[in-house]
């Protein structure tokens, strides 16, 4: 290998090594779906008052609603949403609509994808795959998923991660763009713009 090549390859393999060894404690979180070409109308149309249904499915209660709520509150692109596990935990100024909501699973099984997020989320089968604690993420227009995404959490870590990843798990979920890698070539999947 020259010393052209390997001037290359180093920085790579650095920048690789240390992803691959920073994510051993970190939530990983995959790449979202969309089943539509733009999100955002969905976003202002599906919250007026900016403020969503968080539909949590967990049979376990890992986490309290009050957590899951604050942790994905306020996160991602303007404008911001604010989740309520309850309707009436509304002020008498908002608007909610219920069939508009962000569905989180906890341990799905696997029939858990797709439009069966919104119509019947289903959790169970899949505690020994991983040992990580697997949630489906699903953002629905009634019966439809618009956008979903899967997490990976250390389960003794569960709670700060998800408070950690909330913006993540937000831009994915809720983009302004969907990002076209054949419009634009030299748009990163790093960022969070493209």
């Known amino acids: 290998m020259n010393m052209r090549a390997f001037s290359r390859f180093l ?5 690789t090594a240390l992803l691959l060894l920073g994510g051993c404690s970190a939530a990983l979180i995959e790449a979202p779906n969309y089943k539509v070409t733009e999100v955002q109308s969905f976003k202002t149309t599906g919250a007026p008052s900016q403020v969503m249904l968080l539909e949590i499915v967990d049979p376990a209660n890992s986490l309290p609603a009050k957590t899951w709520t604050d942790a994905l509150s306020n996160h991602g692109f303007a404008p911001r949403l604010r989740f309520v596990t309850d309707p009436a935990d509304i002020a008498a100024n908002e608007t909610i609509k219920p069939e508009n909501r962000l569905v989180a ?4 099984s696997q029939n858990t994808f797709g439009d069966a997020i919104c119509t019947n989320p289903q959790t169970g089968g899949m505690e020994h795959i991983s040992d990580r604690l697997i949630v489906r993420f699903g953002f629905c227009s009634g019966d439809n998923v618009i956008s979903e995404t899967r997490a990976r959490f250390v389960p003794e870590n569960f709670e700060s991660q998800l408070f950690a990843n909330a913006d993540t798990l937000s831009y994915q979920l809720f983009p302004r763009h969907i990002r076209n890698n054949d419009d634009d070539r030299f748009c990163s999947p790093f960022q969070t713009v493209c």
């Open 11 to 15: 920085p790579t393999a650095t920048g």
């Open 105 to 108: 699973v906890v341990n799905p």
